[in-house]
């Protein structure tokens, strides 16, 4: 059964290689984390970031604001979407989708963040720029949301609309990590394993406990799909690992893309996050799982009326495979989407906003964390400055119902 690393051929995994501070493949030669020197007690108001997203070099400017203006399109395009967003500037555009894109824990300013972050899988070519990659991909895959919506009315079978939605799900996943649409699952390996620490984990006793009661006799599975997925708890830390070859893998997205669509039909915001979820657990592609679950998690998002999440850190995704994801999640990264949106709307946005960066800011964001859900989510926003801020909770419960 696929449950652990020595059924998933991981055997050999040392566990001083899984030291990682964000969720990432073992073996993997990514140079994505704190390349870039941060001065984290400086802080930077509106017209300072403005000029940060304008003093940009040329070329990459150019592109950036080609990108922007795209997607600026592809939200006028969609009547569901909220004219607070549909009516930003192209410089707005580029300093709120980097802003709730960037993780919160990240070092680096998040308006230039993505121009120098990932340099991992595909990024060889200098030409190739995570920022505009970015904003092309949510401008694409919204507008491929609303044809596949649209495609109910028009009389096409919920298969048929997936199938639409898979090509451009390609062109999203070739964007994000610079490869041609037909080779993203090409390049993956079949075996995928990578590790999650356990801060990083909503409830790691809860995986702990299911580990022990079913060692290797159970296979977990996916709450929406029923997709495989292995666990394997180490060295304060959970590993997760897949299996699937190349050519199922686009049968498997079908099946997801099918869920995604009907949540998005049903206007249901808890099948949507959860459905996106389980896709990134999955790591199907070699490099921007999370970056490409985020950006189908709030193009349907988008296409319903609500702001795109605020991502907690990289391993926002990676709350738990054991249960279905609580709504006081979706509601904090709301939350703080919507004071970012605020505060570019009415330009008076600061970097110590967007990262909770001051003790006045910092200390308003844990007064939130009144459920063990939002005292996690208050964790993984201020880092390892949360110990400062928080109080232990006892446990209490917990909404269960999507808004």
Request: glycine share 6%.
């Given at each position: 059964?696929?449950?652990?690393?020595?059924?998933?051929?991981?055997?050999?995994?040392?566990?001083?290689?899984?030291?990682?501070?964000?969720?990432?493949?073992?073996?993997?030669?990514?140079?994505?984390?704190?390349q870039s020197?941060?001065?984290?007690?400086?802080?930077?108001?509106?017209?300072?970031?403005?000029?940060?997203?304008?003093?940009?070099?040329?070329?990459l400017?150019?592109?950036?604001?080609?990108?922007?203006?795209?997607?600026?399109?592809?939200?006028?395009?969609?009547?569901g979407?909220?004219?607070?967003?549909?009516?930003?500037?192209?410089?707005?555009?580029r300093?709120?989708?980097?802003?709730?894109y960037?993780?919160?824990k990240?070092?680096?300013?998040?308006i230039?963040?993505?121009?120098?972050?990932?340099?991992?899988?595909?990024?060889?070519?200098?030409?190739h720029?995570?920022?505009?990659?970015?904003?092309?991909?949510?401008?694409?895959?919204?507008?491929?949301v609303k044809?596949?919506?649209?495609?109910?009315?028009?009389?096409?079978?919920?298969?048929?609309?997936?199938?639409l939605?898979?090509?451009?799900?390609?062109h999203?996943?070739?964007t994000?990590?610079?490869?041609?649409?037909?080779?993203?699952?090409?390049?993956?390996?079949?075996?995928s394993?990578?590790?999650?620490?356990?801060?990083?984990?909503?409830?790691?006793?809860?995986i702990?406990?299911?580990?022990?009661?079913?060692?290797?006799?159970?296979?977990?599975?996916?709450?929406?799909?029923?997709?495989?997925?292995?666990?394997l708890?180490?060295?304060?830390?959970?590993?997760?690992?897949?299996?699937?070859?190349?050519?199922?893998?686009d049968?498997?997205?079908?099946e997801?893309?099918?869920?995604?669509?009907?949540?998005?039909?049903?206007?249901?915001?808890?099948?949507?996050?959860?459905?996106?979820?389980?896709?990134q657990?999955?790591h199907?592609?070699?490099?921007?799982?999370?970056?490409?679950?985020?950006?189908?998690?709030?193009?349907?998002?988008?296409?319903?009326?609500?702001?795109?999440?605020?991502?907690l850190t990289?391993n926002?995704?990676?709350?738990?495979?054991?249960?279905?994801?609580e709504?006081?999640?979706?509601?904090?990264?709301?939350e703080?989407?919507?004071?970012?949106?605020?505060?570019?709307?009415?330009?008076?946005?600061?970097?110590s906003l967007?990262?909770?960066g001051?003790?006045?800011?910092?200390?308003?964001?844990a007064?939130?964390?009144?459920?063990?859900?939002?005292e996690?989510?208050?964790?993984?926003?201020?880092?390892?400055?949360?110990?400062?801020?928080?109080?232990?909770?006892?446990p209490?419960?917990?909404?269960?119902?999507?808004?």
């Amino acid at each position: 059964m696929i449950l652990g690393a020595r059924s998933m051929g991981y055997s050999h995994v040392n566990t001083q290689e899984l030291e990682f501070p964000h969720a990432v493949p073992l073996g993997s030669s990514s140079r994505a984390i704190d390349q870039s020197p941060c001065q984290p007690h400086l802080d930077l108001n509106y017209t300072q970031m403005m000029d940060i997203a304008n003093k940009k070099p040329i070329a990459l400017l150019t592109q950036e604001k080609a990108a922007a203006e795209q997607l600026l399109v592809a939200l006028g395009n969609n009547a569901g979407v909220s004219n607070r967003i549909s009516k930003l500037s192209n410089e707005q555009i580029r300093i709120f989708f980097p802003c709730v894109y960037v993780e919160a824990k990240h070092k680096l300013n998040p308006i230039t963040a993505y121009n120098t972050k990932d340099m991992g899988y595909g990024d060889e070519d200098e030409k190739h720029d995570d920022n505009v990659a970015m904003l092309l991909g949510y401008g694409n895959f919204l507008t491929a949301v609303k044809e596949a919506a649209d495609g109910k009315e028009k009389g096409m079978s919920l298969d048929a609309r997936a199938d639409l939605l898979l090509n451009s799900y390609h062109h999203l996943a070739g964007t994000l990590i610079n490869e041609a649409p037909s080779e993203i699952f090409k390049s993956s390996a079949a075996e995928s394993a990578y590790r999650v620490p356990e801060e990083s984990v909503f409830k790691p006793e809860d995986i702990y406990a299911y580990f022990r009661r079913n060692s290797f006799q159970h296979p977990l599975k996916t709450i929406s799909c029923g997709h495989v997925l292995g666990i394997l708890p180490m060295n304060r830390g959970i590993t997760y690992c897949t299996a699937y070859e190349s050519s199922k893998k686009d049968t498997i997205m079908h099946e997801i893309l099918m869920k995604y669509i009907s949540a998005i039909d049903s206007g249901n915001v808890g099948d949507i996050i959860q459905t996106t979820v389980d896709y990134q657990f999955l790591h199907l592609l070699p490099n921007a799982n999370g970056r490409s679950s985020q950006i189908m998690r709030d193009c349907a998002l988008m296409h319903l009326g609500r702001l795109p999440l605020s991502s907690l850190t990289t391993n926002s995704h990676y709350l738990s495979p054991l249960e279905p994801i609580e709504c006081e999640h979706f509601s904090f990264m709301e939350e703080i989407s919507e004071e970012i949106l605020s505060a570019v709307e009415q330009q008076n946005l600061t970097l110590s906003l967007c990262k909770k960066g001051t003790p006045i800011l910092a200390t308003a964001l844990a007064e939130r964390a009144k459920t063990p859900a939002i005292e996690f989510d208050v964790k993984q926003f201020l880092g390892k400055e949360a110990k400062k801020y928080l109080t232990p909770q006892p446990p209490k419960g917990s909404v269960n119902s999507f808004a």
